[in-house]
């Protein structure tokens, strides 16, 4: 049990143990049990700006941002107002709305490579649709991903690296079939030699490479030009399908996402976080002759009750008209460098392995001399240090994602002052943890 400043049992004590009667581990999503780092999940109460509360009324300067879709800041009054006079319009029609037009129309606008996209409400079903899509446009069942990617949790996708370099994979949870895993190559993230000789042995069978081209479910890690270009080259000579999952980094790193940055065209997007707002949107899109192939035109089946619901949708419209005002990216790009040079300093001064890197708006923190090219390096971080940087950070009112593996998110609404601040504590925790 954890007490208050006032020596009071802590609520979110009393609420996790509640939690944990009527729910498996407390939570909806286990990352936020806290298994990773131990201790007590904080229960939010509210949140503003680049702040949230707990149930014990403590206030954090909040660095995962709904895991990536609060980029404008929680609880940004243009927002908020747009959900209101949606809502009161009516919640839900399953029926078509001219909103769902003006959202497809805006993505298409903004995102390289997609001249079609159909609306759905997780990254997960983007993930999973688009792989169907990119099955049942090749007529072939094997795919390819990247050891520490994650795609959501569709059966295809939780898998790892089987035993041998190119053996198919094995599951990461029970209850996903092997004949599922079995079409599911899972290959080293940077590595374009193993890349090719995958595409040298089962090129004609490949129906899809998924990957996010910047990755954050493995801390951060840049792709290399060289790898996405590899993917792409490779997937074209091929005839399979180059499936680029932007749900984290797209909207994110630029306002093209990953593609813009690097300059590549994926045949299909999958989407998803910030172009909710926070509330449930994700898409997938690409070619219309490809998304021509999915109901109600084409034989690939896909649907959704509240797809393109008109609330959420109004939160994403919204939100996707504030990024779009001048030097926000700018503005974001340069409070997540100013995050991890500060970060990287304050490690330094005080002689800790330590490193800090940020692409756009998204940032990772490495208890390791130089930033990891791949899922191995990530995992030979000192992760024992990290855990308990994240407490003495959480101690300190600073509320970094409570995992090792993840990337952290700055909003708009982390001010200088506000990263000042997040420095300052850093400085003070990394000094303890020398001592
Ligand atoms: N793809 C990526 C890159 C993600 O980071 C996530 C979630 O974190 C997903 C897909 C799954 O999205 P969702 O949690 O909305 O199902």
Redesign the pocket.
């Known amino acids: 049990m954890t007490t208050t400043s006032q020596n009071q049992v802590s609520k979110n004590d009393e609420l996790f143990e509640r939690a944990q009667k009527t729910t498996p581990g407390g939570v909806n999503s286990p990352v936020r049990a806290f298994r990773s780092v131990g201790g007590t999940p904080r229960f939010i109460t509210r949140a503003e700006g680049p702040y949230f509360w707990d149930a014990d009324d403590k206030r954090y300067i909040d660095y995962i941002g709904s895991?990536g879709p609060a980029i404008v800041g929680h609880a940004h009054p243009v927002v908020v107002k747009a959900v209101q006079e949606a809502a009161a319009r009516g919640l839900s029609f399953g029926a078509p709305t001219e909103g769902e037009i003006l959202m497809a129309e805006e993505i298409c606008r903004l995102v390289p490579s997609i001249e079609q996209v159909r609306l759905v409400s997780?990254?997960?079903e983007a993930?999973m649709s688009a792989l169907r899509l990119a099955r049942g446009a090749t007529g072939r069942d094997k795919i390819i991903k990247f050891e520490g990617c994650?795609?959501?949790h569709a059966d295809s996708l939780l898998v790892k690296a089987g035993s041998g370099l190119l053996t198919f994979g094995n599951p990461t949870s029970a209850g996903v079939p092997e004949d599922f895993v079995k079409h599911t190559l899972v290959l080293d993230y940077n590595n374009v030699a193993q890349l090719e000789q995958a595409f040298a042995e089962f090129g004609d069978e490949i129906a899809c490479v998924i990957v996010?081209p910047v990755a954050?479910?493995m801390n951060l890690i840049k792709a290399t030009e060289a790898f996405l270009q590899a993917m792409r080259t490779l997937c074209t000579k091929h005839g399979s399908v180059l499936i680029f999952?932007e749900?984290?980094c797209g909207f994110r790193v630029a306002l093209g996402g990953a593609q813009e940055l690097y300059g590549i065209k994926p045949d299909l997007t999958?989407l998803?976080k910030v172009i909710g707002g926070g509330l449930p949107v994700?898409a997938f899109g690409g070619s219309a002759e490809l998304m021509s192939k999915m109901a109600p035109l084409g034989a690939v089946y896909q649907a959704g009750t509240l797809s393109g619901n008109p609330v959420a949708v109004a939160a994403g419209m919204t939100t996707l008209k504030i990024i779009q005002q001048p030097g926000f990216y700018e503005q974001l790009s340069a409070t997540a460098a100013r995050l991890a040079a500060g970060l990287t300093k304050a490690a330094k001064d005080a002689g800790i392995v330590f490193c800090a890197d940020a692409v756009g708006g998204m940032f990772g923190l490495y208890f390791s001399e130089t930033p990891p090219n791949n899922y191995a390096e990530m995992m030979a971080g000192d992760r024992a240090r990290f855990n308990v940087f994240f407490h003495a950070m959480l101690d300190e009112g600073v509320y970094f994602a409570p995992a090792a593996f993840e990337a952290g998110f700055v909003s708009a609404q982390h001010s200088d002052a506000v990263i000042d601040e997040t420095i300052a504590a850093a400085a003070r925790v990394f000094k303890k943890l020398a001592a």
């Open positions: 895991w997780s990254g997960t993930t994650y795609h959501g996010e954050g479910n999952d749900v984290m999958a998803g994700a």
